[in-house]
């Protein structure tokens, strides 16, 4: 089964910016829509955007529209997402995986350890 790693989170003032990576290994990772997920303390997974295989079509949760944006690698095997304006309630561990819509598409991997990314105010 394919293997998930993200990279790229740390600690940022409120404002602030960072760009989170996912390198995927294992399968064929160009087939298939991936996404960014996050979770915070207390609260369920939730989406936060996801991009088709071709890299020709991205979609967003309210919440991070206008401020973060998913682009992909298919020779890398790797996703981004660039965050600006970063606020306190982005404060979360963020995952990646493969998508259908805005559900994580278990078939493709399982989740990684995933990278901490907390915001101060």
């Known amino acids: 089964q394919v293997q998930l790693v993200e990279s790229g989170g740390g600690l940022v003032q409120a404002g602030g910016s960072l760009r989170l990576s996912c390198a995927a290994s294992?399968?064929?990772?160009?087939?298939?829509?991936m996404g960014w997920f996050r979770q915070a303390p207390g609260k369920e997974r939730e989406f936060v955007a996801a991009?088709?295989?071709?890299?020709?079509?991205?979609w967003y949760s309210d919440s991070v529209k206008g401020r973060f944006t998913i682009s992909r690698d298919n020779a890398k095997n790797t996703v981004y997402l660039q965050m600006i304006s970063l606020k306190p309630e982005d404060t979360a561990v963020y995952y990646c995986?493969?998508?259908?819509?805005?559900?994580?598409?278990?078939?493709?991997?399982?989740w990684g350890q995933g990278t901490q990314v907390t915001v101060s105010s």
């Open positions: 995986n493969a998508v259908i819509g805005t559900h994580a598409n278990l078939d493709f991997g399982s």
């Open positions: 991009i088709n295989w071709s890299g020709t079509n991205t």
């Open positions: 294992g399968r064929t990772f160009s087939r298939y829509a």
